[in-house]
């Protein structure tokens, strides 16, 4: 490791190069619980070592990532798998308002707008675009169910934060059903996988507050198939790491 301080700071700053590979930037701050902020991250940590660790990769990485690109290889190689994106009325416990499936060969299968019964929130309408008005005439998920379930039984379902998306579809599920043993019946008969994790092993950014590699954002636009289309040509980067 080397650290190069710029002349031109007022503030204890330092640079960090690694065999000659940028790091990142480091600011000695004194007026937080935090002494080194990092600056790439916007991490605050109370030693450097920490600090360092947020940018450095692990000794581990290189086999980790070869498993996650042999993992990425096996999904695209199976026929029964499925991208699957959830947009929703809020950023937190909320209503599907566009549910979006793809195949692996980019072959879209569903991407339907959906009326929630409940207001959007400003909040997620500025990201994803889709206002109350718009989906007044839309299906309801109940109307939209038959197919979902068409598509989705059986397949091996992929989505990047796939907690989010499986717990919108559960809350839609009780709402519908009424009853949890026939909500959790039609989700097992579903293979669950999350791509956030693999991706963020890929990447190999160690968080040290958390002690685990950080997650990192899919990209594109906040469209349910959008994010299907972003969540193959990751699923296609990782696969091409081995």
């Known amino acids: 490791m080397r650290f190069v301080r710029p002349e031109d700071t007022e503030r204890p700053t330092w640079a960090a190069y690694e065999h000659g590979r940028y790091l990142g930037t480091f600011h000695a701050r004194t007026d937080s619980d935090g002494l080194w902020h990092v600056q790439t991250v916007a991490e605050r940590h109370t030693t450097l070592d920490d600090a360092v660790r947020a940018l450095r990769r692990p000794p581990s990485w290189r086999q980790d990532r070869a498993r996650v690109a042999h993992w990425a290889r096996g ?85 990047y934060n796939v907690r989010f998306d499986h717990g919108v579809l559960t809350r839609e599920l009780l709402r519908h059903h009424r009853d949890p043993s026939v909500v959790r019946a039609w989700l097992e008969a579903c293979r669950w996988e999350d791509a956030m994790r693999p991706a963020a092993v890929s990447k190999g950014l160690w968080s040290a507050n958390r002690r685990t590699y950080r997650n990192q954002r899919l990209g594109g636009s906040y469209d349910a198939e959008a994010k299907c289309h972003a969540l193959l040509r990751s699923l296609q980067h990782l696969a091409g790491h081995g």
């Not at 416990?93 to 409940?118: C, F, K, Y």
């Not at 997620?124 to 109350?132: D, E, N, P, V, Y």
């Open 75 to 159: 999904a695209l190689n199976d026929p029964a798998l499925l991208l699957i994106d959830v947009q929703t009325t809020g950023l937190g416990r909320a209503w599907a308002v566009q549910i979006a499936a793809m195949d692996r060969t980019g072959r879209t299968l569903l991407n339907e707008l959906l009326n929630p019964s409940h207001p959007i929130t400003h909040t997620a309408s500025r990201l994803h675009g889709i206002t109350t008005s718009r989906v007044t005439h839309a299906p309801t998920f109940a109307e939209l169910l038959p197919a979902l379930t068409g598509i989705l039984l059986g397949r091996r379902c992929l989505a």
